[in-house]
C-alpha cells in the first residue's frame, strides 16, 4: 500500500462517526423528545379543560334559552335541548373534551348543575368542572 491509500483510509477513518459520538446523539435525541412529550400532554391537559368549561358555558345558555322559551322550566335532559326543528345545541356537543357525558342535575325549578367528570374521567373527583362552585352549598 503506498503513501497516498494510505492517507485517503486515514481520512475515511476519520470522516465517520465513532460509536460514542452515535450514542451521545441519540441520547440527547431522547431527551429532547422526551421533554416534548412531557409538555405537549400538559398543554393538552389544559387544552381539554379549558374547552370543557368552554362546553359548559355553551350548554349552561343553552338551557337558559330553553327556560326562556319553556316558562321558565329547566329541561328534563339535555337531549331536549338537541330536538325540535330549531335545536339550541347540537347533539354532538354535549360531550366533554374526553368524549364523556356531562352530568345534568336539576337544583330546585330554576337552577341547574351541569359537570364533567374531568380528565380523570370518574364523577365525584377533585378534577371535577361544573358550572357552579362545589365548594358553596346548593
Do not use: C
Request: aromatic fraction near 6%; glycine fraction near 6%; charged fraction near 30%.
Amino acid at each position: 500500500m503506498n503513501e497516498k491509500e494510505r492517507e485517503q483510509m486515514e481520512r475515511a477513518a476519520k470522516a465517520g462517526f465513532t460509536l460514542m459520538e452515535v450514542m451521545v446523539a441519540v441520547m440527547i435525541v431522547g431527551l429532547l423528545t422526551a421533554l416534548a412529550v412531557t409538555n405537549v400532554g400538559r398543554y393538552m391537559r389544559r387544552a381539554n379543560v379549558t374547552a370543557t368549561q368552554q362546553q359548559i358555558v355553551t350548554i349552561s345558555q343553552a338551557i337558559t334559552q330553553y327556560q326562556f322559551e319553556h316558562n321558565s322550566k329547566l329541561p328534563e335532559t339535555l337531549d331536549s335541548l338537541t330536538e325540535g326543528e330549531d335545536p339550541l345545541i347540537e347533539s354532538g356537543n354535549l360531550k366533554d373534551a374526553w368524549g364523556n357525558d356531562f352530568q345534568y342535575e336539576k337544583l330546585g325549578k330554576k337552577r341547574f348543575k351541569l359537570t364533567s367528570s374531568g380528565p380523570d374521567e370518574e364523577f365525584g373527583t377533585e378534577d371535577d368542572l361544573s358550572n357552579i362552585d362545589t365548594d358553596k352549598k346548593n
